[in-house]
């Protein structure tokens, strides 16, 4: 697991039925590339996240691939239609093997 990882979500509490909300989320990863070299000339090994879905009660919303070329604390900006009430899973997968998640329930009001 990576040190220092830390995934944030900004997503509504409520919503209306058929409402557009903003979802915005953040992850503190360093983002190793594996193209750098330390101080004595080896190659850092590549350490980065390489994928992020996200599923509203069980169905995919967004689900992207990432490459070594996307930047230190991935961010993302999306909007999404919330139908009913329920629960938003947002999942980062690391290159190590390590799986980050984070569960927004959004009500209707």
Do not use: C
């Amino acid at each position: 697991m990576a040190e220092g990882v830390k995934a944030r979500v900004k997503a509504p509490r409520t919503a209306a039925a058929g409402e557009t909300v903003v979802i915005k989320t953040l992850i503190s990863h360093q983002m190793e590339s594996g193209q750098r070299k330390d101080s004595d000339g080896s190659l850092i090994p590549r350490s980065i996240i390489n994928r992020f879905a996200v599923a509203f009660n069980g169905q995919n919303v967004i689900d992207v691939a990432l490459a070594p070329a996307i930047s230190t604390n991935p961010y993302f900006e999306f909007e999404a239609q919330i139908p009913e009430a329920g629960d938003m899973v947002f999942t980062w997968y690391d290159d190590d093997g390590s799986v980050y998640e984070e569960v927004k329930s959004i009500a209707i009001g």
